[in-house]
């Protein structure tokens, strides 16, 4: 069976292909704590898929288990060792402005446009179905063969966490959810609270700030944010002074007076938290209009700290932490979710991407010092160690091989910002699927994967898992 054509197998395979990823792109799993219960603890649409995945997997002849509500797998083979990949079913909020429903997915121009095509629903699915392909050509393997799925991976990979509380670890695998060649560094990851809560106080202020609210998620740079001002002391400076803001950073956005408040909003550019720069910050960006006038307080203390060391600073280095490795690159900084009350004072939300020879505990505590100067204080704080796995391992040449028999390119190693279910594998990279020069949609409005890329990437999985099952 060494001569198997793999492209092939997956094209008698292309329509069943499209309808099951379809069907699974229809279902919008966006976490929802609101709808959260025992037997769905993210929320009813992200189990919905979690549940699709496992029964579409169980139809095609395959052992399921459901882990938790969470979490859960669809395997085949014998053998004391384990081959696995691990994809989710959760999708990010899908913001505002698509040109079409994004859960109602379509193919236009080779391309599906769907939330989840890119991140990670397509690679999942493709797979699965590289998995589904082997088992049905009934191939000789010394070791098991699993799909893990997961259903958090957006909102902190609780969910792999508690699968593999009770579940083995594989004896290597990989994760379709990042990019080709082949991730073998992935940066740490820490999420952290600056708030500042020191109440209003008495002072000459140039209005009082009510509310500021952008972003819903540490991993994505927020493309909206709102503030609500009251008592402004001089309304036609401040309108004349947000056009020319407006102007100057070419950004879309509103002015609205009602009463003795004033609205003001600033439309930005998603992107993932990974690279900051590939988007626009609406909510740092509205910080900084609000820098130009004088506060007080807790509203001064946040507006002003956020103008001084935060906007326009992805890499930190106005925080006196800015870091660079030749294993992964340089530390990036993204300020996802941004808050203010009169009540709670206000808050950011930092979502930090480390490289591997870092020291996060080391890096926040010699922030801190700033922090302090301006009345702040740490009130959040998670951290996910990097992953490196060495060019010279088993794994990595495997993927290698195969990657460079199936497209004729080299497979270099690559490291990046973003997190991916591989660091919670004893021994596993990132490994796809999106190719070298694609366009990365993820986490963006109308989100896209070719389909002929899609198809592609079945043929490699397939290659990859035999060639480590075998």
Request: aromatic letters at 10%; glycine letters at 8%; a negative charge.
């Amino acid at each position: 069976m060494s001569t198997i054509n793999w492209q092939e197998e997956v094209e008698k395979r292309r329509d069943d292909f499209k309808r099951d990823l379809f069907a699974i792109l229809s279902i919008p799993s966006v976490r929802d704590d609101s709808k959260a219960t025992e037997e769905a603890p993210f929320g009813p649409d992200v189990k919905k898929a979690l549940d699709f995945a496992l029964e579409l997997a169980a139809k095609d002849g395959f052992t399921t288990k459901e882990v938790g509500n969470v979490a859960g797998h669809a395997e085949f083979g014998q053998g004391e060792e384990l081959v696995a990949a691990l994809g989710h079913v959760d999708v990010v909020p899908v913001g505002d402005d698509w040109s079409h429903d994004p859960f109602d997915p379509i193919l236009k121009d080779g391309k599906v446009f769907a939330r989840g095509s890119a991140d990670d629903k397509g690679p999942a699915m493709a797979a699965y179905y590289a998995m589904k392909i082997i088992k049905e050509l009934d191939l000789p393997l010394s070791r098991r063969v699993r799909m893990i799925y997961g259903s958090d991976e957006e909102s902190g990979m609780s969910c792999v966490e508690r699968y593999f509380e009770t579940e083995e670890q594989p004896t290597m695998g990989f994760v379709p959810d990042a990019e080709f060649p082949i991730i073998h560094a992935e940066k740490g990851i820490s999420e952290l609270d600056i708030s500042f809560k020191d109440g209003e106080k008495d002072g000459d202020a140039d209005f009082r700030l009510i509310s500021f609210e952008s972003g819903a998620r540490y991993n994505m740079v927020p493309d909206h944010a709102k503030a609500v001002l009251e008592n402004v002391k001089d309304f036609d400076v401040l309108s004349k002074k947000f056009e020319a803001y407006q102007k100057e950073t070419k950004l879309a956005g509103e002015l609205v007076e009602s009463g003795n408040k004033v609205t003001l909003s600033l439309v930005g550019k998603a992107a993932h938290a990974m690279e900051p720069n590939n988007g626009i910050n609406a909510g740092l960006h509205l910080v900084a209009f609000l820098g130009k006038f004088t506060q007080t307080g807790a509203a001064s203390d946040f507006v002003t700290f956020g103008k001084d060391y935060l906007y326009g600073d992805s890499r930190a280095m106005k925080l006196g932490i800015r870091y660079e490795d030749d294993e992964s690159g340089e530390l990036t900084m993204n300020v996802g979710v941004i808050r203010y009350s009169v009540e709670e004072g206000g808050r950011y939300g930092l979502n930090f991407r480390y490289p591997v020879t870092a020291n996060m505990e080391q890096l926040k505590l010699k922030m801190e010092t700033v922090v302090n100067e301006y009345n702040g204080q740490y009130t959040h704080y998670e951290d996910s160690k990097p992953l490196f796995v060495p060019k010279d391992h088993p794994l990595i040449q495997t993927l290698q091989e195969v990657y460079t028999n199936q497209t004729g390119e080299e497979a270099t190693l690559l490291a990046i910002g973003g997190g991916t279910y591989a660091r919670h594998m004893e021994t596993g990279v990132a490994f796809g699927a999106l190719f070298p020069g694609r366009e990365d949609t993820m986490h963006q409005k109308d989100e896209f994967a070719y389909f002929d890329d899609l198809i592609k990437t079945i043929a490699i999985y397939a290659e990859a898992l035999y060639k480590l099952a075998k």
